[in-house]
């Protein structure tokens, strides 16, 4: 964290080097969360890049009250879900899953699971936005519940709340999947 404030210092006085380390250092971190709300790859790029121009750009806003990644990551997050709200892409529910044919699931146009985390990306995208966004956070990103609820602007029961019912879903979205052999 001391790291990341001196680069920021840096930044605030005319050093675009140490911009560019904030940026090397956190665009995994920012392209895995853009990319799980984003899946379109070009939009997703655009996406990363606007959210390190917004970042540069309010950076003298940033307080040094959380980790400079987890301030990174809440725009990242916000600035997806906005981009996602403006193309309105459907979203799937568990009762859709449920009523799928087998014969759907076997057409040749049906993604082909090769192995777990195939599986598991295409279960959560079946989630309700909100609950795969906190899964993702917390899970797969490692966060806190307290760094998810910052990123969020959820409070810390909220999180928990939808990630006990988002693993619940998606153990049931796995069973359907198993059950109709997809796996």
Known sequence: MKD??????RTLKGDM?????????????????????IQNEDEMEEVCQDVFLKAYDKLATFRGVSKFSTWLVSIAYHMSLNHAKKKKRPQVSIDEVHSRGATERGADDVMELDDLKTTLENALRKLPEAQRNVITLFHLEEMTYEEVAEITGM?????????????????????????NEVI
């Not at 990341?4 to 210092?9: P, V």
């Not at 990630?163 to 069973?175: C, D, M, P, S, Y």
């Open 155 to 179: 409070p810390i029961g909220t999180v928990k709340n939808y990630l006990f019912r988002g693993r619940n879903q998606l153990k049931e979205i796995l069973k359907v999947l198993k059950n």
């Open 4 to 9: 990341d404030q001196l680069l920021i210092e």
């Open 17 to 37: 080097q140490a911009f560019r380390w904030l940026i090397t250092r956190n665009q995994h971190l920012v392209s895995r969360v853009v990319g799980r709300i």
